[in-house]
């Protein structure tokens, strides 16, 4: 099993849909969950942290099911600019006290006018 | 107020020479981890360092790859005696290292082998 698992996509969706990611993690242990973009040929860029109570970011929902290791991005009201490769990641104990995070291989999606 | 600065943004090199890639984490960071990237493909975590310590680097290949951090001055991951295959975007990243902490990423240097 991949330490971090996600939806293989492609996703197209209209502007206005609301889309839905998924992504499991192996690592029963893992503290720390984020959601990063990252455009074309760029870097990756946080989108946001996940709590365990789940938070919302205007559009952008994370939810955290640490029972099932299941994490999940909803985003609503979909733009033209939410086009891009979301990275479930995932913070891994590295030895001691050091963590590292652990990337999924991103689910592109592409939002059509 | 400057962010992960990596350096050169796009680097040439001809087969079987040496790349020296440098990043500088972000004021306030002693934490540096770099990640490749193949065309078309997920991030893939290499190395991670802490100044001076290498603290884990599991995802580095055994021979022609080295990174350091020193005690003073950026982070250097080295290539010997490149090959195609070593053509990628990498991507450094830093952090406060503490546990919840994300990682920011500097805008990568994409290497070419001739």
């Known amino acids: 099993r991949k330490e971090v698992e996600q939806d293989p996509g492609p996703f197209n969706v209209p502007e206005g849909a609301t889309v839905a990611f998924n992504c499991t993690y192996s690592?029963?242990?893992?503290?720390?969950f984020f959601w990063y973009r990252q455009d074309c040929r760029k870097e990756p860029k946080l989108l946001m942290s996940v709590y365990s109570s789940g938070n919302e970011d205007g559009r952008f929902t994370a939810q955290l099911n640490r029972a099932s290791q299941y994490i999940s991005l909803l985003i609503r009201d979909s733009k033209l600019s939410d086009s891009a490769t979301y990275l479930c990641v995932v913070n891994m104990r590295s030895g001691g006290s050091n963590y590292k995070l652990t990337f999924g291989k991103g689910t592109l999606l592409t939002v059509n006018p | 107020n400057a962010g992960v600065m990596q350096n050169p943004r796009h680097l040439v090199r001809r087969r079987g020479q040496e790349a020296r890639l440098r990043c500088s984490p972000m004021k306030g960071h002693s934490h540096v981890y770099w990640y490749r990237q193949l065309p078309e493909e997920g991030l893939k975590f290499m190395v991670y360092?802490?100044?001076?310590?290498?603290?884990?680097e599991s995802g580095m290949p055994k021979e022609r790859f080295s990174a350091e951090f020193p005690k003073e001055g950026p982070s250097i991951l080295r290539i010997q005696q490149v090959v195609r295959g070593d053509s990628a975007a990498y991507f450094c990243?830093?952090?406060?290292?503490?546990?919840?902490?994300?990682?920011?990423f500097g805008d990568g240097t994409r290497l070419s082998i001739l």
């Open positions: 360092l802490q100044k001076e310590n290498i603290i884990d």
């Open positions: 990243a830093s952090s406060p290292g503490r546990l919840n902490q994300p990682q920011h």
């Open positions: 690592n029963s242990a893992s503290q720390s």
